[in-house]
């Protein structure tokens, strides 16, 4: 289990689009970014467990601590993430599935499930909230969660416009990072390599899974999630593709994309009312 996760984080950070030739104007605006939208990026916290089965026994069963980036899109608390690094279990069945179909198993039955608990949403000033899963978007690999109890205070969030790049606009991905960074905000710079229009419009350049991403004028690009073809996707990768970036994704049935923010506010309306 431990193993899949790891080739799927590594290659979603082959597959990262990094640029390293960015304009001192280019530096100061996301220094001024960071600044602005910063207290928005926040990180969730928790355990995570999955188990897997095959033909209904368990064959295995992992239990790792959860820490993935999070962003405030609303006052109330509300928060988006990528559902793939809060519940991995369909992600490893995926894996899985098209690793028993190139061995020659496809008919092989594997469930994986994964159980998150003591969920919290550590803000900027250090406050950890207990949280709650109010949304689940499995097609679009986005979760929504939010405090368990209503906040005192409204808290920063991201607002304002939306932005639209085009292809070779540069990106800005802002994460929170872990505690031994200091939990600060970091930076990844690159840019739209392609935009994809089905089965829904979507721009390739990750900067990260689950981070939020922006333009260069500061507008909200988007998040960064998985996008999988489904269970099975290609056969085993070979040594070439494994890294090879984007034919890794290939490979595996899955690529990193930026889900337009307008989408993601326009969902984000149903877990309001929950």
Same mark, same amino acid.
């Given at each position: 289990?431990?193993?899949?996760?790891?080739?799927?984080?590594?290659?979603?950070?082959?597959?990262?689009?990094?640029?390293?030739?960015?304009?001192?104007?280019?530096r100061a605006a996301v220094r001024s970014l960071i600044g602005k939208r910063g207290?928005?990026?926040?990180?969730?916290?928790?355990?995570?467990?999955?188990?897997?089965?095959?033909?209904?026994?368990?064959? $295995?069963?992992?239990?790792? *601590? %959860?820490?993935? !980036?999070?962003? &405030?899109?609303?006052?109330?608390? /509300?928060?988006?993430?990528? =559902?793939?690094?809060?519940?991995?279990?369909?992600?490893?069945?995926?894996?899985?599935?098209?690793?028993?179909?190139?061995?020659?198993?496809?008919?092989?039955?594997?469930?994986?499930?994964?159980?998150? $608990?003591?969920?919290?949403? *550590? %803000?900027?000033? !250090?406050?950890? &909230?207990?949280?709650?899963?109010? /949304?689940?978007?499995?097609? =679009?690999?986005?979760?929504?969660?939010?405090?368990?109890?209503?906040?005192?205070?409204?808290?920063?969030?991201?607002?304002?416009?939306?932005?639209?790049?085009?292809?070779?606009?540069?990106?800005?991905?802002?994460?929170?990072?872990?505690?031994?960074?200091?939990?600060?905000?970091?930076?990844?710079?690159?840019?739209?390599?392609?935009?994809?229009?089905?089965?829904?419009?979507?721009?390739?350049?990750?900067?990260?899974?689950?981070?939020?991403?922006?333009?260069?004028?500061?507008?909200?690009?988007?998040?960064?999630?998985?996008?999988?073809?489904?269970?099975?996707?290609?056969?085993?990768?070979?040594?070439?593709?494994?890294?090879?970036?984007?034919?890794?994704?290939?490979?595996?049935?899955?690529?990193?994309?930026?889900?337009?923010?307008?989408?993601?506010?326009?969902?984000?309306?149903?877990?309001?009312?929950?």
């Amino acid at each position: 289990m431990r193993t899949c996760c790891v080739v799927v984080l590594s290659v979603v950070v082959l597959s990262t689009s990094f640029r390293a030739d960015q304009s001192p104007d280019e530096r100061a605006a996301v220094r001024s970014l960071i600044g602005k939208r910063g207290d928005a990026i926040v990180t969730l916290l928790g355990t995570v467990k999955t188990v897997m089965a095959m033909g209904g026994r368990e064959i $295995t069963a992992n239990e790792e *601590r %959860l820490q993935t !980036g999070a962003t &405030l899109i609303d006052a109330s608390g /509300l928060a988006v993430v990528s =559902l793939a690094s809060l519940e991995p279990g369909n992600l490893v069945a995926d894996l899985m599935a098209g690793q028993m179909g190139s061995a020659g198993m496809p008919d092989m039955k594997l469930d994986v499930k994964s159980d998150t $608990t003591d969920l919290r949403l *550590r %803000l900027a000033d !250090g406050r950890e &909230l207990p949280a709650k899963v109010v /949304l689940r978007d499995n097609d =679009l690999d986005l979760a929504f969660v939010k405090p368990v109890e209503a906040l005192p205070a409204p808290v920063a969030f991201i607002d304002g416009p939306s932005a639209a790049p085009a292809v070779a606009d540069l990106l800005v991905g802002l994460q929170r990072l872990g505690e031994m960074a200091g939990w600060k905000v970091g930076a990844v710079f690159s840019t739209v390599v392609a935009i994809l229009d089905k089965p829904r419009t979507a721009y390739l350049g990750s900067t990260g899974l689950g981070g939020a991403v922006f333009d260069n004028a500061g507008r909200f690009v988007g998040i960064s999630v998985l996008s999988r073809k489904g269970r099975g996707g290609s056969s085993a990768m070979s040594m070439t593709s494994a890294f090879s970036g984007m034919g890794a994704m290939d490979a595996l049935g899955m690529m990193p994309i930026v889900l337009p923010a307008d989408e993601i506010r326009e969902i984000a309306k149903q877990a309001t009312v929950k």
